[in-house]
């Protein structure tokens, strides 16, 4: 979807919690908003971010796409639970 983690375009996501991983595998339906409120990761243009993400329909697309799990597990286990 053309969005980058901790790139510099304005609606590349910035992680600023290293255990967001971790959260996002504990409760993906609120953990994304609740660690945006408690400033775990930001994003400059959430417009365009959302805009992005639901353009591509991910949030129905990510829970069956395979490599993303073994992404966040893999970030999971390097930076701990």
Do not use: M
């Amino acid at each position: 979807v053309d969005i980058n983690v901790n790139g510099s375009r304005p609606w590349d996501i910035k992680i600023y919690n290293e255990q967001l991983y971790h959260r996002l595998l504990s409760n993906l339906d609120l953990a994304f908003g609740e660690s945006y409120v408690e400033n775990w990761w930001d994003c400059a243009r959430l417009d365009q971010f959302f805009l992005k993400i639901f353009t591509a329909n991910l949030q129905n697309k990510i829970l069956s796409y395979p490599l993303f799990w073994r992404s966040i597990l893999r970030k999971n286990f390097l930076f701990g639970s």
